[in-house]
């Protein structure tokens, strides 16, 4: 049915995928080997074993954290909490040789794992950072772009060539043409950041899909008439929501503004719609199981309206 729907050529359907499920992919792609089972076999036992929690507290240490697969940067937060914690655990470690398993003592002296787990983090941190932005209720399709586009500059930095591979993959299946339609109307935006072979993919899809926005296309990208280059600042496009931008030029078809609306007002993950989900759960108990689809709809907006706040 899905894919029916896809190659329909009247529907009116964007379909595109999660980047928020594809930046934690990334995640689990660029783990560094045999490195996260230490650092977690070490955590867990300094968080479950009686003595050694006990003299970790008595230390000071930070909590340390258990990765989990539901929980994204998880991962990136336990090899945070380590690093930072090590020195507290290498001391217990060496203080109380007689008491702490040899394994553990093993794998906390060994410079080599913290070296991997710091080489890890400096990977996984920059996606944790793009994660937590891609999977804001706020990130467009547009914003997603560029999103993707510093996540490409800042492990660029790593220079290393297998992630820099794993990234082009990942990135290529993230990118759809509405992306980059959508990032290249954006008021803000307006494709600065895309490649001209992005542009033209871009355009191609917009002739296919909507040949009649090709005019007002071209009239947005030159700023002629009805667009107004005064319109075009800084201070203008962030003061304002890109549909309201668009709203306020006289003169676009109003078929042609709703495409561009419902371009710029896609949103970039399902991870909103997933914490709806998780709102729904707690309202719709077993205690409360009689109420009706109405009034459950109603709670779960208010108690996710509370949250945002």
């Given at each position: 049915?899905r ?7 009247e ?7 999660c ?12 783990e ?7 650092v ?18 008595q ?16 991962m990136?937060?336990?090899?945070d ?65 560029d ?49 001209d ?10 002739s296919?899909?909507?040949?009649s ?12 008439r ?66 009706g ?17």
């Amino acid at each position: 049915m899905r894919r029916k729907m896809e190659e329909d050529e009247e529907s009116d359907l964007v379909t595109y995928g999660c980047s928020a499920h594809m930046l934690n992919l990334l995640a689990y792609d660029v783990e560094v080997p045999n490195v996260k089972e230490q650092v977690v076999h070490v955590v867990k036992y300094f968080r479950n074993n009686h003595f050694a929690s006990a003299l970790y507290r008595q230390e000071g240490g930070n909590c340390l954290i258990m990765p989990q697969d539901v929980r994204w940067n998880t991962m990136s937060d336990c090899l945070d909490a380590y690093i930072k914690n090590w020195s507290k655990l290498l001391k217990i470690c060496e203080e109380h040789r007689d008491r702490i398993d040899p394994t553990v003592k093993t794998k906390v002296s060994n410079m080599v794992l913290k070296r991997s787990a710091e080489e890890l983090l400096g990977r996984l941190r920059p996606i944790a950072i793009a994660l937590d932005r891609m999977q804001r209720d706020t990130t467009m399709l547009a914003e997603s772009v560029d999103v993707w586009k510093e996540l490409r500059d800042q492990l660029g930095l790593l220079d290393n060539r297998e992630v820099t591979r794993k990234f082009e993959r990942r990135y290529e299946q993230a990118m759809t043409p509405a992306h980059l339609l959508a990032n290249l109307l954006h008021p803000t935006h307006r494709g600065a950041r895309l490649t001209d072979d992005e542009r033209d993919a871009a355009l191609d899809y917009a002739s296919r899909r909507w040949p009649s926005i090709m005019p007002m296309i071209v009239k947005f990208q030159a700023q002629s008439r009805p667009f107004q280059p005064c319109k075009f600042t800084d201070d203008v496009t962030h003061a304002v929501s890109p549909g309201e931008w668009w709203c306020s030029h006289e003169g676009i078809k109003e078929e042609n503004l709703m495409v561009v609306k419902k371009l710029l007002s896609a949103v970039a993950a399902s991870s909103g719609v997933e914490r709806v989900f998780s709102s729904y759960g707690l309202v719709h108990s077993k205690l409360r199981n009689r109420l009706g689809t109405h009034k459950a709809a109603k709670l779960v907006f208010l108690f996710k309206a509370l949250n945002m706040k």
